[in-house]
């Protein structure tokens, strides 16, 4: 991967991010409550569900550390982490930026075993900013 970016959302109807906050014992990069309003660009948007999200990225890790880094920030309590998968929806969103076709990635069974017995889903999403190799020739 070129670039990766993690982060850890969690997302419920009547979510508390400040309660999020205290349990996890850090700042989200971003959270809001069901029905606030923000700006993004010019359009006003009204949040639908409560959310908790706390991103981190560099051009500098493979997915395994990235994931490993935001974890390595987290309670590693599990009871922690069994409050909060009652709440709502919990996953690790990767964002995984390649700059060329046909790149493979893995994680090892370490890392995929802290997310299962945090109850965090994976979630992937994978952007490539090069045409497809059926549009060059």
Request: glycine letters at 8%; proline letters at 4%.
């Amino acid at each position: 991967m070129d670039r990766v970016t993690v982060a850890l959302r969690i997302a419920a109807a009547d979510l508390d991010p400040d309660h999020i906050t205290d349990r996890l014992g850090i700042a989200p990069s971003f959270s809001a409550r069901r029905g606030e309003t923000r700006k993004v660009g010019a359009t006003e948007v009204v949040q639908r569900v409560g959310l908790w999200s706390y991103e981190i990225g560099s051009a500098e890790w493979t997915l395994r550390d990235g994931i490993a880094a935001l974890l390595d920030r987290l309670p590693s309590d599990l009871a922690v982490w069994k409050q909060i998968v009652a709440l709502g929806e919990v996953d690790l969103f990767c964002g995984l930026h390649l700059d060329t076709w046909n790149r493979g990635i893995d994680l090892p069974a370490a890392i995929l075993g802290r997310l299962a017995e945090r109850g965090i889903a994976l979630s992937l999403d994978i952007y490539c900013s090069a045409t497809s190799p059926e549009t060059d020739a």
